[in-house]
């Protein structure tokens, strides 16, 4: 069945940057789009990012938008999130998201 298993989460301060990591198995990953969802405490879910397949076509929610940036290596069946200039508002567990699929998350703290 699908998995994903996110990690790379942590404390940072803010300006800082952090890499997650989501390991997908379970279906074809190199013709799958692959999105990235947090959730703030007490806030909803935030889609903040997708890398798409074939030409790898990517999207970034305003809020991130040079910021984040989204990559994917196939061969090792795994997307990554590279956060630079961290903000405290970015705090959040961090999901990755194939269809209807979820990980388990990874939490970030942007705080100083």
Request: overall charge neutral; hydrophobic content about 25%.
């Given at each position: 069945q699908v998995r994903l298993v996110e990690s790379g989460g942590g404390l940072v301060q803010p300006g800082g940057s952090l890499?997650?990591?989501c390991a997908a198995s379970g279906f074809t990953f190199s013709t799958a789009a692959m999105s990235w969802v947090?959730?703030?405490p007490g806030k909803g879910l935030e889609w903040i990012s997708r890398i798409n397949d074939g030409y790898?076509?990517?999207y970034?929610?305003?809020s991130v938008k040079g910021r984040f940036t989204i990559?994917?290596?196939n061969a090792k069946n795994t997307v990554y999130l590279q956060m630079n200039s961290l903000?405290?508002?970015d705090t959040a567990v961090y999901y990755c998201n194939f269809g209807t699929s979820w990980g388990q998350g990874t939490?970030?703290?942007?705080s100083s």
């Open positions: 890499r997650l990591s947090r959730q703030a790898e076509a990517t970034y929610a305003d990559t994917r290596d903000k405290p508002e939490q970030v703290t942007v």
